[in-house]
């Protein structure tokens, strides 16, 4: 006679992905922090989304910069508020550049590029100096040399490639130079390093994977050194959780919008305080409000919107909300 054992089965949860959870950090950006941010284009918006969030940002006083060589050299220029002179700029086809600045900058006028790239050294001098938070993008590993000086360019500003030797940063080499930063001016600060998770793909898919992969062995020696430094995830997100290609944008190497929403989400809950956190829908529905097209601007129902904003914006005064109240403030005088 045989017995058969009776076996249940007990039903799993698919999983489809490796969600990244990310552990909070033990310090927290509140909205009295003064946070000053450096680096990619994806530096850019993540500064982008603090600064629509009514926190205290200052972002890349020089336009965006890709590579941690330049990212260093800028810091360096703004700790020590060095000016730009007429030997940083170059002429070329009806228009002034720097190789230390972004294409934004680019002037007609030699004069005017000095005057726009020296205001951008004082305010991020001031900004920097003040700062509680440093926010560091790095998004490739590969730099461009002017052959004739040696030095690495920010920019290249489509000159022509025979001026330049393209050569990729060593982990020994990004290490160095941060140490010297962590050990200096930004001993006083938190510190957060991410690498972007935008694909160089101009560099060829194995470059760019060699690129990211030196970045990211970098900042784990540096995070490694320092108490004050700290990793976010952000190439994980999007490389091991999200994974996939409808999280980019048709371009195939910028993360899509929702891509950035989620990384918003985790970045948010990982570093800011549960105040803020809690602050955060408030604040939303004010600047969508400001951002609202009355039907009837002069109209008594918008005039009564716009005493209800004041009186939101007036039960919030740790929030900067000036701009908004001048804009509400205009319908109801």
């Given at each position: 006679?045989?017995?058969?054992?009776h076996r249940t089965n007990t039903p799993h949860k698919m999983k489809f992905r490796t969600e990244i959870n990310i552990k909070p950090f033990a310090e927290k950006i509140d909205h009295q922090s003064h946070i000053f941010s450096i680096g990619s284009c994806f530096a850019q918006y993540m500064a982008d989304e603090l600064l629509e969030a009514k926190?205290?940002?200052?972002?890349?006083?020089?336009?965006v910069m890709f590579n941690p060589a330049s990212i260093h050299a800028a810091l360096h220029r703004l700790a020590k508020c060095e000016l730009f002179s007429h030997e940083d700029i170059v002429f070329d086809r009806d228009r002034w550049f720097s190789y230390d600045l972004h294409s934004s900058f680019d002037e007609i006028s030699s004069q005017c590029i000095l005057t726009q790239a020296n205001a951008s050294?004082?305010?991020?001098?001031?900004?920097?100096?003040?700062?509680d938070w440093v926010v560091i993008t790095f998004g490739t590993a590969w730099v461009y040399t002017l052959n004739e000086s040696g030095k690495v360019v920010a920019n290249c500003h489509k000159q022509p490639a025979s001026n330049f030797t393209r050569h990729r940063l060593s982990?020994?080499?990004?290490?160095?130079?941060?140490?010297?930063?962590?050990r200096g001016m930004l001993a006083d600060k938190q510190v957060i390093f991410t690498v972007s998770p935008v694909r160089?793909?101009?560099?060829?898919?194995d470059e760019n994977f060699l690129s990211k992969a030196?970045?990211?062995?970098?900042?784990a020696e540096i995070v490694e050194r320092f108490d004050n430094a700290h990793y976010f995830p952000a190439y994980e997100i999007i490389n091991d959780d999200l994974r996939d290609y409808r999280f980019y944008a048709d371009?195939?190497?910028?993360?899509?919008?929702?891509?950035?929403?989620?990384?918003?989400?985790?970045?948010?809950?990982?570093?800011?305080?549960p105040k803020s956190l809690q602050l955060l829908p408030r604040i939303k529905k004010i600047v969508r409000a400001?951002?609202?097209?009355?039907?009837?601007?002069?109209?008594?129902?918008?005039?009564?919107?716009?005493?209800?904003?004041i009186q939101e914006i007036d039960s919030l005064p740790e929030i900067d909300f000036s701009d908004e109240r001048e804009y509400f403030a205009t319908f109801i005088e």
């Open positions: 006679m045989y017995i058969c054992a926190f205290d940002i200052c972002s890349n006083p020089f336009g050294v004082a305010e991020g001098n001031m900004r920097l100096e003040d700062a982990v020994t080499e990004i290490v160095e130079m941060y140490d010297e930063l962590m160089h793909l101009s560099d060829g898919a030196t970045l990211k062995v970098a900042v371009d195939l190497c910028h993360p899509s919008t929702s891509a950035r929403e989620y990384i918003r989400e985790k970045f948010f809950g990982a570093i800011l305080s400001r951002a609202h097209l009355p039907f009837e601007p002069m109209g008594k129902n918008f005039k009564e919107f716009c005493r209800q904003q």
